[in-house]
């Protein structure tokens, strides 16, 4: 069965370093979201992509966070500089088409982000 | 802005009882209602999804049922398993974006 990939699965960092994770989605979805999630509560959007374009970065703090899906395809989420606070689970998830009606999002095992 | 909820935050029951999840959410314009199962440390697995149209969904010994006037859908767990332990999460699709509830934490004990 197809799987959302993502890496590395844990990532350790300090403080003001950069970091970067890595998604490769289901083959043949066009859409692709970013999620962090925060111990103890939901996935939080970050970013949404409908084929290597932008839809919905609204949550996204731009200051330190960029993502990119160049080819449509694979996405890169980075983090220059971190900050304590973005210690949580970082989460990728594909589907067919844009989030609605009939469609459902499969969610990849996700990066442990630690910042100390 | 839409808000999901769920009650309870932590639920512990004895194996073979049948339990329910709540979730609530603010704006009834949703696309549809996903319930889904994570377990520590990992992704999400999507369990059922309910069109905006539907009442209810059943897969195995799961249904979910959603009241869109309301703002609220139910997951019923039947004859629970200890390998039912693990966070549900209850979210909806309004507009583009997919909106989650932090969870309950449920732990099914042998």
């Known amino acids: 069965e197809a799987e959302v990939a993502q890496s590395p699965r844990y990532k350790i960092t300090e403080k003001s370093q950069a970091v970067a994770f890595w998604c490769d989605p289901i083959s043949g979805h066009a859409t692709l979201y970013w999620y962090r999630q925060i111990l103890g509560q939901g996935p939080e959007l970050l970013v949404q992509?409908?084929?290597?374009?932008?839809?919905?970065d609204s949550q996204l703090p731009k200051d330190r966070f960029s993502a990119e899906r160049l080819k449509g395809v694979d996405s890169t989420l980075k983090i220059q500089p971190a900050e304590l606070g973005d210690s949580a689970m970082y989460l990728c998830?594909?589907?067919?088409?844009?989030?609605?009606?009939?469609?459902?999002?499969?969610f990849g095992p996700g990066t442990r982000l630690t910042v100390l | 802005k839409q808000e999901v909820t769920q009650i309870p935050a932590a639920l512990s029951v004895p194996e073979g009882e049948n339990l329910v999840l709540n979730c609530s959410f603010t704006?009834?314009?949703?696309?549809?209602l996903q319930w889904f199962r994570q377990d520590p440390g990992k992704g999400l697995t999507s369990l059922l999804l309910?069109?905006?149209?539907?009442r209810e969904q059943t897969s195995g010994r799961l249904n979910a049922s959603l009241d869109k006037s309301s703002g609220r859908s139910t997951l019923y767990i039947a004859a629970s398993q200890p390998g039912d332990s693990a966070t549900y999460l209850c979210?909806?699709?309004?507009?583009?974006?997919?909106?989650f509830g932090e969870g309950t934490q449920l732990t099914v004990n042998p």
């Open positions: 992509f409908q084929d290597e374009s932008v839809v919905d």
């Open positions: 979210a909806v699709t309004s507009g583009s974006r997919l909106t």
């Open positions: 998830a594909s589907s067919l088409y844009l989030a609605g009606a009939a469609d459902t999002q499969y």
């Open positions: 704006d009834s314009a949703i696309y549809n």
């Open positions: 309910i069109q905006s149209s539907q």
